[in-house]
């Protein structure tokens, strides 16, 4: 496993230290001295994919870090997974977990990636459990991209950090440096070509360089790179724009174009609210419904109709925020 593991570019590139990722001036400071100290809070690391939150998680729990036995004394899951979700995650796996005393290291940490994905239920079981154990050795440090969807009493237990995507020129330098690490030729068109289509999941686009990548030459076909979700994402906001230039009349092709994708695709639709509610033309009303569906999705009994509800729903509050301006 571990060879495959280092055959993989996005494990064998990932950063292993703090001066390896883009991160804010202050942020930085703020963990240099508590990597120094070998000492940290709670931490909430809140914001849209592609912000660095996982991975800096990573370093912190490891031997650049704090960390130096992370065997015994970390435990990880991510907050979207049905066991990690689960009511009894917290009572059967973390509090065992953390009942035993750290061996070498000051701190036991439990990493909950995507922690905005646990249910309601279980936030009443981590709060407690933080609350008991933060007074002893534990520590906690969880990732979210909604920080609304965290409960006030959690995020309270927690020292917040709130992350934006990482720089498209960092992730080009990136793909650069491991390009030429690897000795792949290589033509700037492409690399910028492939993080227009995947940014900012950098996972992807790390992925799609090493695909792409065979003997010894970067040779990228746009139509396989070109994601179904991204076309999604350009639909919604073709949809936002004939609106606000008053072609409503338009609007009804570009549903059909939306109804004609979800209904031939499996979509990964997490990733479309997620970029959609980042964006920065997608306004402030329509912002609010992408949130909304977002949270239900999980729920939902038929994921593409879920979605074509969202997109109606956008439609129509569009409309009347256009019509409430009008009439001011």
């Known amino acids: 496993m571990s060879e495959l593991l280092d055959s993989l570019w996005i494990e064998k590139y990932r950063p292993h230290t703090l ?29 849209p994919p592609g912000g660095g939150k996982t991975t800096l998680a990573l370093i912190l729990a490891s031997k650049t870090g704090i960390m130096q036995n992370k065997a015994d004394n970390l435990l990880m899951a991510n907050g979207s997974s049905k066991k990690a979700r689960s009511i009894n995650f917290v009572d059967l796996v973390v509090e065992p977990f953390l009942k035993t005393p750290p061996v070498g290291d000051k701190y036991k940490i439990v990493f909950i990636d995507e922690a905005d994905n646990l249910t309601g239920d279980s936030y009443s079981s981590w709060r407690g459990i933080i609350e008991k154990y933060h007074k002893a050795y534990g520590r906690f440090i969880w990732t979210c991209n909604y920080l609304s969807k965290i409960p006030d009493p959690i995020q309270s237990r927690f020292t917040p950090y709130v992350f934006h995507q990482i720089p498209k020129n960092f992730v080009f330098d990136y793909s650069v440096n491991i390009l030429k690490q690897e000795k792949i030729e290589y033509k700037d068109k492409d690399i910028n070509f492939i993080i227009s289509q995947m940014y900012p999941d950098v996972r992807r686009i790390v992925n799609i360089l090493q695909r792409s990548s ?10 396989d790179i070109i ?4 076309v999604l994402i350009s639909n919604i906001v073709e949809i936002v724009s004939l609106i606000s230039k008053n072609e409503d009349k338009k609007v009804g092709k570009v549903v059909n174009n939306i109804i004609d994708i979800i209904s031939k695709q499996n979509l990964e639709y997490r990733n479309v609210y997620t970029e959609l509610f980042f964006m920065k033309t997608i306004p402030a009303p329509a912002k609010i419904i992408v949130n909304k569906y977002s949270n239900s999705h999980q729920g939902c009994l038929i994921p593409h109709m879920h979605f074509m509800s969202m997109v109606f729903e956008i439609i129509k509050s569009l409309q009347q925020y256009k019509k409430a301006m009008v009439g001011k």
Do not use: C, H, M
């Open 19 to 47: 001066k390896d990722v883009s991160l804010p001036k202050q942020y930085k400071l703020d963990f240099e001295k508590a990597i120094e100290r070998q000492d940290i809070p709670n931490l909430l690391f809140s914001g």
């Open 214 to 223: 065979a003997d010894g030459k970067l040779v990228i076909n746009e139509k």
């Open 227 to 230: 994601t179904t979700e991204k």
